[in-house]
Every structure is written in C-alpha cells, then in structure tokens.
C-alpha cells in the first residue's frame, strides 16, 4: 500500500483557499499512486490556537464536500487538519475522509497546556481501516507519549499515522521517538510536519517515514513544501516536489 504525508505552508485562517490547495495535493498523491493522504495539524485553517474558535467546523460540514467528492473520485482515503465543533467547545480534530463511505472524526486527545484555554480534549482512540492496513491516527504532542501509540497497537493498529506542526526542536525530540515506537511496536510510522509561520513559532518540515524496525526511510528538508511516499509493502518511501501548480 502507498501512503502519502504532505508538507504543507498552510495560508493563516484562508479555509478555502487551503482546501483549494489540499485538493492539489491529493490529486497530485494520487496520481502517485497513493490510496491514502495525511496532512499536518490543524492544515485547512493553519496552526492558529486564537482564531480556532471562529475557524471550526464539524467534520461534516458542506465546506469539506469538494474533498469528500475528490476521495470517492479518486478512491483514496484523506486525514486532514481541521478546529472541530464539539458539544463541549473545539477541538483539535482529524476528518478522517472515505471514498463512499460517511467521514470519521478523530480528536486530539492529550492536549498541550498551551492549547488548554483554546481546545477540548477527545475521548476515543481510533483505529480505522485503509486498503489492507489498519491505520492508528495521532497528532502531535498525544504522539510524544508511547502509551498512546500502545493503546493504538493494542486495538489492532498497524501503521501510525502521525499529523503535527512542530518546531525544530519538537522534529528532534521526534526524530529520537518515532524510530523508538516503530521498533517497540513493529509498526511503520508516517509523519506530516508544516512549514513556514504558524501561530508563534516557525514549523520546521522534516516530514519522515521509519520502518517498523525504527529505520528511516526518507524525510524532506525544513523549509519547502513537499510529499512522503512511503510504500509498505517494499518498505521503502521517497521525499516528491510538490507540482508547480500547488501554491
């Protein structure tokens, strides 16, 4: 199975022109040969804590249906970054978009203390299934912890699938876990980064794909847009340009 993670400068609080540019992308990951996309955290609005509550949406929302229309398309399967309205606030969510199929929402669920005042936390783990592989979702500072990954492999995960924006001091922290959960578990593990300004702080790329030994198999550079394209069943991934037209 190929699976695609996205580097991506997304445009602050620009909802539609992000989803323009996310369309780009799968179309190009699909063209590729991927049958599923993961963006970084919180892509269709960017990393914006303070502007998460006038920016969210359901995981439903009509907003989303030009993607959920390119998935059924294509026959690919999309994890994206999206503020998602919840009966207790916002979260920090994952739609998780289906070819035929109705979406799946996951949310965040050990949040930052920075994202306390702004975010709610999720409650259910997830573990969904993506061609022959079933995929354990995480973002960011959640995935830092191995017992999320653990609870994760326990329900059946077998690749984990982690969407974040991170400094370049969190992608060296990451870059000294991820490999560690891959050999623990025995699982690949892709992982999206942004780049360019997000709230505060600079997102650092460093999109990567380990093995399920914990061997790397190939990242991207900290300041340009660009794909993972990891194919599980030769173990192998390989770092792609974005096309000229995305941006």
């Known amino acids: 199975m190929k ?22 992308c799968i179309e190009q990951a699909a063209a590729l040969g991927a049958e599923l996309v993961v963006f970084p955290e919180l892509s269709l609005t960017g990393y914006e804590p303070a502007l998460a ?15 959920q229309a390119l998935c059924d398309r ?34 965040k669920q050990r949040l930052h203390g920075d994202e306390l005042a702004y975010f709610v936390a999720g409650e259910q783990p997830l573990v969904f299934a993506s061609g022959h592989l079933q995929v354990a979702p995480a973002i ?4 830092m912890f191995i017992e999320h990954a653990q609870q994760a492999h326990a329900l059946g995960a077998q ?53 399920g030994q914990g061997t790397l198999l190939a990242a991207l550079d900290d300041r340009h847009e660009g794909m993972i394209m990891l194919d599980t069943e030769t173990s192998s991934a390989m770092g792609v340009a974005l096309d000229s037209a995305v941006g």
């Not at 994206?80 to 978009?97: E, S, T, W």
């Not at 960011?140 to 995935?143: I, R």
Request: aromatic share 4%.
């Open 159 to 211: 690749l984990y699938l982690v969407s974040v924006a991170k400094t370049a001091k969190g992608i060296r922290e990451g870059n000294e876990h991820y490999p560690e959960v891959a050999r623990t578990l025995g699982i690949p593990v892709l992982m999206a980064n942004c780049v360019g300004p997000a709230d505060t702080f600079v997102g650092a790329g460093g999109s990567a794909a380990w093995d």
């Open 3 to 24: 699976l695609c993670a996205v580097q991506l400068a997304s445009r602050k609080a620009d909802l539609q022109g992000n989803l323009v540019r996310h369309l780009q």
């Open 140 to 143: 960011c500072y959640e995935s």
């Open 74 to 107: 294509l026959n690919i399967c999309v994890a994206l970054g999206l503020p998602m309205r919840c009966a207790d606030g916002v979260q920090i969510g994952m739609p998780i978009l289906r070819p035929g199929q109705p979406p799946l929402a996951y949310a």
């Open 53 to 67: 509550r006038q920016l969210a949406l359901p995981a439903n929302s009509p907003r989303l249906e030009p993607l």
